[in-house]
């Protein structure tokens, strides 16, 4: 759910903007009714920040901070981001043709955009992206309140909600299924609980501070590590604080392998077979020669597919087309 996702980043709103070109509705968002309503009635085609995450390439993270001083002063700026403490934030372009859809998450404050922040963000964006715009090439609508509902669950990331003792109140499926394994990290008498001794401590000194309102502020403090008992690497808890005295805990599988997204580039952006072959093979680092040589094909042919793959992902240069590659690899 956004509401997780708001907490998560502790932040003033988290959602999705839909455009089509003369209008922009937020759908699926935690923003208070006074910005929303304010927002669709008079300030949404003075939006100068999403005009130009629209503009940008499909899958590209952009903190706010850069965009919103692009226009700094602006009736937009001074008139319905700074009131709804919209300063900083994280966006980025869901979808490429037809409608333009945005997943944000906006707060207040210079210490809003920080790396560990910026890297939840990253990782929470292939299975955003992935579900919406499974979801629109098979139904041709975008998510309604139930399928953002689903969208959650399709997140690989655990996300567990926390009281301030640390007894489980909310997990997502994926934090479900790692409860459920028990390597190393379990719920024991409903509570979240590190096996190894020296991580439970931590865990536990996290929690307390992420529930204690002036607790620690050292981002540090809020990463524990929890070892595994089956060798694989270990799980990265992020704590944080949420309303009301809980905590969110996002728990990151370090083991997950990157997996090639050739099937997930030919649904959601419609490259053929051959385009994802070559565009995969961008992702792990080969030259166009090397490609051409293993698929057998010139270097002639190598190149219209780049140039083509390049049209239908809204990139323009290699670089963004392999940081594309690995946001959607997650």
């Not at 692009?70 to 372009?93: I, K, L």
């Not at 809204?314 to 946001?327: D, K, N, S």
Request: aromatic share 6%; net charge neutral; glycine share 10%.
């Amino acid at each position: 759910m956004m509401v997780d996702i708001q907490l998560l980043f502790d932040g003033g709103t988290a959602g999705l903007v839909v455009s089509d070109g003369a209008s922009r509705v937020p759908r699926c968002t935690c923003m208070a009714d006074d910005a929303r309503t304010a927002y669709q009635d008079y300030y949404h085609p003075i939006d100068y920040v999403l005009a130009d995450v629209e503009a940008g390439p499909v899958g590209l993270m952009v903190p706010g901070s850069g965009l919103i001083a692009r226009a700094a002063g602006s009736e937009f700026d001074v008139d319905w981001m700074r009131p709804h403490r919209f300063t900083r934030g994280f966006f980025v372009r869901l979808t490429a043709g037809g409608d333009n859809v945005t997943f944000l998450v906006a707060g207040d404050g210079s210490r809003f955009e920080t790396a560990a922040r910026a890297a939840v963000f990253a990782a929470l964006i292939p299975h955003v992206q992935q579900a919406l715009h499974i979801e629109q090439r098979l139904h041709g609508r975008v998510l309604n309140a139930e399928d953002a509902e689903r969208a959650a669950d399709s997140i690989q990331r655990g996300l567990v909600l926390l009281d301030r003792g640390g007894a489980v109140i909310h997990a997502n499926a994926a934090a479900e299924a790692i409860l459920e394994h028990s390597d190393g990290l379990s719920r024991r008498g409903g509570r979240l609980r590190i096996e190894e001794t020296s991580g439970r401590t931590r865990l536990q000194a996290a929690i307390s501070a992420a529930a204690t309102p002036g607790g620690s502020t050292d981002p540090a403090a809020q990463w524990v590590l929890c070892n595994r008992p089956s060798g694989k690497r270990p799980y990265l808890l992020h704590v944080l604080p949420a309303a009301d005295g809980a905590v969110l805990t996002v728990v990151v599988d370090l083991d997950l392998p990157v997996k090639p997204p050739a099937d997930v580039l030919r649904r959601i952006y419609g490259l053929t077979r051959a385009e994802s072959d070559v565009a995969v093979r961008i992702l792990g680092g080969k030259g166009l020669a090397p490609i051409a040589e293993e698929l057998s094909v010139s270097l002639t042919t190598v190149r219209t597919h780049l140039q083509r793959i390049f049209d239908k992902t809204g990139t323009h240069r290699q670089a963004e087309l392999v940081r594309l590659l690995l946001t959607l690899s997650g």
